[in-house]
């Protein structure tokens, strides 16, 4: 049996996601990001037509909120930083184990007790056998199609933030020796003002084997340059990319950040895509719909999400129905 991680649109037995559960690090965003949060997990719920979902709640208090907002969710009480857990969960691979990594909060800059150890925390919880690969990497950071194929970017996994002993053959070797993947495809740069330096599920993400979307955005769009980049890698490297709309300059409390309609997550019965009430919100869910046309697709707010950093995807690691 293949160890590839099962390709997002696979079927899932389950998701973790992680509610919101800090007031210090939310401040004045935490009761709306858990609002978002719930529809999000209420969206990949589906009244049960789609997966189970797995709430992760630092402690007690974040645990009793989440129940009283989420009653369709079953939720998991384990000690954690923040609720990134697409980087700092675990990855499931297609037999059925599943492998975590040294995490060292995206290069130093966020160290939050907890997130080193959640990953093996939750496999532990649902009986998985885990292994810890003793380098470092984010889920966030890659992004596979199923068949062995894998895109990352130079300045995430090559960065001397993160693995400074590692060139890029260690690395790709590692890519295959821990998770499977045959084929290691380098993108450049990731998106402007990303704390995560670069994560590819801000940028292309695989919707079919061997298929990539990638933003196509307008002269003002921050990151137009690196979606043009990231597709003309992508087409050297044989792939087939898709375009699809970007949600050009989004500034909040004067600052650029980096708002991704990439950072959709595609669940058993629906695909969800962040959307900020940027002029192509509408045409970005339509063009996922045409994308994903045996499942609906929902657009749904993400700005107070997006304050700490990311969105759906981040928040979330599906757990494949192999497992």
């Given amino acids: 049996m293949s160890r590839v991680p099962p390709a997002e649109w696979a079927p899932h037995k389950a998701v973790w996601i992680g509610f919101p559960s800090h007031p210090e690090l939310w401040a004045d965003d935490l009761e709306p990001a858990r609002e978002e949060v719930t529809a999000f997990a209420r969206t990949v719920h ?3 037509r789609g997966e189970q979902v797995l709430l992760v709640c630092a402690d007690d208090e974040a645990a009793s909120a989440a129940r009283a907002v989420a009653p369709f969710a079953h939720v998991v009480i ?3 930083g923040d609720i990134w857990l697409r980087d700092t969960g675990p990855i499931v691979l297609g037999d059925g184990s599943a492998c975590v990594f040294d995490f060292n909060g995206w290069g130093g800059k966020y160290d939050l007790p907890g997130d080193d150890t959640i990953g093996e925390r939750l496999a532990a919880g649902r009986g998985t056998h885990v292994t810890r690969s003793r380098w470092v990497l984010e889920g966030g950071a890659i992004d596979g199609d199923g068949t062995g194929i894998v895109v990352t970017t130079q300045q995430c996994l ?11 053959a260690d690395i790709e070797e590692r890519l295959h020796t821990d998770l499977g993947f045959t084929q290691v495809v380098w993108l450049g740069d990731g998106l402007a003002n990303d704390h995560t330096d670069g994560h590819v599920d ?4 695989f919707v079919a084997p061997g298929r990539v979307a990638v933003p196509a955005g307008a002269d003002d769009d921050p990151n137009s340059r690196v979606y043009q980049e990231a597709a003309a890698c992508l087409r050297a490297a044989g792939l087939d990319v898709v375009p699809v709309p970007s949600p050009g300059r989004v500034v909040r409390d004067g600052d650029v950040v980096p708002a991704s309609y990439m950072n959709f997550y595609i ?3 629906a695909v969800v895509v962040p959307i900020y009430g940027a002029a192509d919100d509408a045409a970005a869910v339509s063009a996922f719909q045409g994308i994903f ?4 697709v929902v657009g749904l707010r993400a700005d107070h999400i997006l304050t700490g950093g990311g969105s759906f995807h981040c928040i979330s690691q599906q757990i494949p129905a192999i497992a």
């Avoid at 090559?158 to 890029?168: G, K, S, T, Y």
């Fill in 267 to 269: 669940g058993n019965a």
């Fill in 46 to 48: 589906a009244d049960g």
């Fill in 293 to 296: 046309p045996d499942r609906e």
């Fill in 202 to 205: 801000n940028l292309a993400r």
């Fill in 158 to 168: 090559l960065n001397a933030n993160r693995n400074p002993d590692l060139r890029r």
């Fill in 78 to 80: 384990e000690a954690f």
